[in-house]
């Protein structure tokens, strides 16, 4: 079982509040990634970090924020969610030489 | 830039028949390639992966991808499919020199009884 964590699982909410989607693992991984993906299945990048207080924005270009204050813990933020901010956004965390492990996402839904 | 290439949104097989799922990369460097697959509501999972060594890589629940440097392809194969194999594949590839994974953008695969 993956030692990555996403929460909230789901989360409906109305436009314009502030949401922070959260994002833990345990296995000490230096390097951190946010994809979104599409309803119709494209992951694109839109934030890592190799190491704490590392941030860069990834390819696709985000609304979203992104904090790196510790190694584990790796949160996005929406300061104003807009409709057009539903999608799924799943974490990631890797080590040299090896894959990602995903977290189970968080599927936003902005009504 | 590096690249992947899903040519096929979906894929439908027959249970018991071979499959194949395919993938053509981009790199400027050596690539490291990397397959995953995704359930319904849930996050990636890991199939295999090829840095070096042998062509062919074998991984979880049977899976097997090849390698061929001279057609920058990577697909995925398994002698007898499953239903239970019907998910969301991506193909995904990376440079040596960069952390960051570039995925495809998926192929379906449907596995009726």
């Known amino acids: 079982e993956a030692d990555i964590y996403q929460t909230p699982r789901y989360l409906v909410i109305g436009t314009g509040k502030k949401i922070t989607l959260e994002c833990s693992q345990t296995?000490?991984?230096?390097?951190m990634y946010w994809y979104q993906q599409d309803p119709g299945m494209e992951l694109h990048l839109i934030h890592y970090?190799?190491?704490?207080?590392?941030?860069e924005k990834g390819d696709l270009s985000s609304e979203s924020t992104v904090s790196r204050i510790r190694t584990e813990h790796f949160p996005l933020t929406l300061e104003s969610a807009r409709p057009s901010h539903t999608s799924q956004y799943l974490c990631?965390?890797?080590?040299?030489?090896?894959?990602?492990?995903f977290g189970s996402g968080t599927r936003l839904t902005v009504v | 830039a590096q690249s992947v290439a899903q040519p096929e949104d979906q894929v439908n097989v027959a249970e018991g028949n071979p499959l194949t799922v395919k993938c053509t990369y981009s790199?400027?460097?050596?690539?490291?390639l990397f397959w995953y697959v995704q359930y319904p509501n849930r996050g990636l999972q890991f199939l295999l992966k090829?840095?070096?060594?042998?062509?062919l890589v074998k991984g979880s629940y049977g899976f097997e991808a090849e390698f061929n440097k001279s057609q920058t392809s990577f697909h995925l194969k398994k002698p007898s499919a499953l239903v239970s194999d019907s998910a969301l594949y991506f193909c995904?590839?990376?440079?040596?020199?960069?952390?960051?994974?570039?995925f495809g953008s998926g192929t379906r695969l449907l596995v009726r009884p």
């Open positions: 090829y840095i070096t060594g042998d062509n």
């Open positions: 970090s190799y190491g704490v207080n590392s941030t």
């Open positions: 995904a590839v990376r440079e040596d020199s960069s952390y960051k994974l570039i």
């Open positions: 790199v400027s460097g050596n690539p490291y």
């Open positions: 990631a965390s890797s080590e040299q030489g090896r894959g990602y492990t």
């Open positions: 296995m000490g991984h230096d390097k």
